[in-house]
C-alpha cells in the first residue's frame, strides 16, 4: 500500500509544485493544497482506469512505466544538472522527441531490431542539444531561489548572479 500511495502522491506533488505554481506564483497554500489533492483524485482516475482496460501483467505495465521514464524525463534532468547550456526550450524538445520515437518505436516498429526505450533516450539527447543551442522561442522559467518564484525581469535579478 506504501508504494502504491507514494506512486500517485509523487506526479501529483510534481505536478503542482513544478507546472501549477509556476504558471500562476501567486496561489495560496490552500489553493495549491487543493490543486494537490484534486490531482491526487485525477491521477488514481487515470491509472485505475488504464489498470482495467489492459491486457498487460503488472510487470508489463511497470516496465512500460520506467520506459517512458526513460525516454521522456531522464535527458532533461540529467542535462538540467550537468549541462550549463541545457534550457526550458531544451527540455520540451528533449521530452517530445523522446516520447514520439518512444511511442512510434512501440507501436509500429519491429521491437527485436532496436529498442524503443533506447530510441526515445537517443532522440531526448538530440532533441535537447538541438532545442538548447537553436534561438529560444521558450522562455526560461523563473528563478526558483530559497523556494520563491523570482520572476528576473520583474526583480531586477540577473540570471548570472544568482
Excluded: C
Excluded at 23 to 49: E, N
Amino acid at each position: 500500500m506504501s508504494t502504491s500511495s507514494a506512486t500517485l502522491l509523487a506526479p501529483s506533488v510534481s505536478f503542482t509544485e513544478n507546472i501549477v505554481k509556476v504558471v500562476f506564483p501567486h496561489l495560496s497554500d490552500k489553493a495549491v493544497l487543493l490543486i494537490m489533492r484534486v490531482s491526487v483524485f485525477v491521477f488514481t482516475g487515470i491509472v485505475l482506469y488504464y489498470s482495467t482496460n489492459t491486457q498487460l501483467s503488472i510487470f508489463e505495465m511497470v516496465e512500460s512505466a520506467y520506459e517512458v521514464t526513460l525516454a521522456a524525463a531522464f535527458v532533461p534532468l540529467a542535462f538540467g544538472l550537468y549541462w550549463k547550456r541545457a534550457t526550458s526550450q531544451g527540455a520540451i524538445a528533449a521530452i517530445v522527441a523522446g516520447v514520439g520515437v518512444w511511442y512510434f518505436g512501440e507501436h509500429l516498429l519491429d521491437t527485436e531490431i532496436w529498442p524503443p526505450q533506447l530510441a526515445g533516450l537517443l532522440a531526448a539527447m538530440a532533441g535537447m542539444v538541438v532545442g538548447s543551442l537553436v534561438p529560444q522561442l521558450i522562455p526560461h522559467r523563473p528563478l526558483l531561489v530559497n523556494g520563491v518564484v523570482l520572476h528576473a525581469r520583474e526583480e531586477g535579478v540577473d540570471r548570472a548572479g544568482v
